[in-house]
């Protein structure tokens, strides 16, 4: 058994003080702890552990991983899109919209080609976008009827999830919706970020605030609140080098607890091989 992320806050209360044989007891059991501290070695030295059971790493943090996505259409999308600046709108709400292609309309007026991709949340909502898309005169094409767009295309609507992993690769700027309205809590930015994709969103993302807080912090996410301040990012962050900027810090942070999970990996295969080794 492994330890992972030890910390001083575990092994820091009264009944460690006046219990430290029975804390010791159950500590034993581990055959290596991974701290995240040298305060936190102290304390487990002191608990009864030896130097040679403990390691310092970095703290455990949450990270992304790559979706995926299918390489043919990847290659015959970006075949057809060119060199034309593309965002992508993702998990919208019906109520969320509006805001969406009024913000789309703002940009526009700064770059006439840009090519929005908006992914509907719930698949019985597509129709609603593609009618709401066209009734404000936007060239819109249903992408889940297996229509690629042209150079005439303003928006290309989706309900597929399993499409994210496409679109988050071609667009360089990434909305994650359910975060401006009530009663929902928007969607892991990580799954953007690690597909270089920047990030934007709204005030409604409590389930994921941890993980926006750190992408804000470190220049890779940006808070928006209407659809004003959204076309504003848009067509600021369209630009290839804010766009790059911003990717490469949130790769940073993804990246952040990668050297801890291969030292993770390290130490469960090895115990696996000694498995196979006393067999």
Known sequence: MFLIDADTRGFDGRRDRWLSDLTYRMLSQFDYVLTR????????????????????????????????????DLTELSAVIGGRPVWFATQLQAREFPT??????????????????????????????????????????NWSDGTFPDEA??????????????????APVSFLGSSLVQGESGCDPFDAAALGSSVLYGPKVRHFMGSYTRLAAAGAARIVNDADALGTAVSRLIAPDQAATMAHAGWD???QGAALMDRVTDLVQDALDDLVRAQ
Not at 154 to 170: K, M
């Open 153 to 170: 295309t303003q928006v290309l609507v989706t309900d597929d999830p399993g499409d994210r992993g496409l679109f988050f690769r071609l």
């Open 100 to 141: 969406i292609l009024s913000a789309h309309r703002q940009a526009m007026r700064l770059s006439h080609r840009l090519l929005l991709i908006l992914q509907a949340a719930e698949p019985g909502t597509t129709a609603e976008a593609i009618e709401l898309s066209q009734a404000r005169g936007f060239v819109t094409v």
């Open 253 to 255: 942070v993804i990246s």
């Open 37 to 72: 501290s040298e305060p936190g070695l102290q304390r487990l030295l002191q608990l009864g552990l030896t130097r040679q059971q403990i390691e310092i790493t970095s703290p455990l943090l949450a990270g992304g991983q790559a979706l995926p996505c299918v390489d043919s």
